[in-house]
Nanobody, 123 residues
Framework: QVNLVESGGGLVQAGDSLRLSCAASGRTSSIHDMAWFRQAPGQERDFVAVISYSGSNTHYAGFSGRFTISRDNAKNTLYLQMNSLKPEDTARYYC?????????????????WGQGTQVTVSS
């Protein structure tokens, strides 16, 4: 089993930056791809970005040009740097991990999920 715990969310103003973190524990040796998704109230969960185990391969959603995904395998931690935040970025952000390589942008491509961290951007 893999446990994922997100942190770093909060209330910020438009134009601010935030860095989200996701700490993995448990059978971390089984983790391959890691990803971020987000879900706004009343909306479906949307893909944000994914990164392969080595970090050499990434894939972003179209709106993620202001975001950068990275990971530190020595610390078993995934990051999402978010710059120039907009009110439409307001959502609960979820960390996800899979045990195989696919760079999937679909939520069903991930076996392990965190509880999420709330990001609220005021105008």
């Amino acid at each position: 089993q893999v446990n994922l715990v997100e942190s770093g969310g909060g209330l910020v103003q438009a134009g601010d930056s935030l860095r989200l973190s996701c700490a993995a524990s448990g059978r971390t040796s089984s983790i391959h791809d890691m990803a971020w998704f987000r879900q706004a109230p009343g909306q479906e969960r949307d893909f944000v970005a994914v990164i392969s185990y080595s970090g050499s391969n990434t894939h972003y959603a179209g709106f993620s040009g202001r975001f950068t995904i990275s990971r530190d395998n020595a610390k078993n931690t995934l990051y999402l740097q978010m710059n120039s935040l907009k009110p439409e970025d307001t959502a609960r952000y979820y960390c996800a991990a899979s045990d195989y390589y696919s760079l999937s942008d679909q939520s069903n491509g991930y076996r392990f999920w965190g509880q999420g961290t709330q990001v609220t951007v005021s105008s």
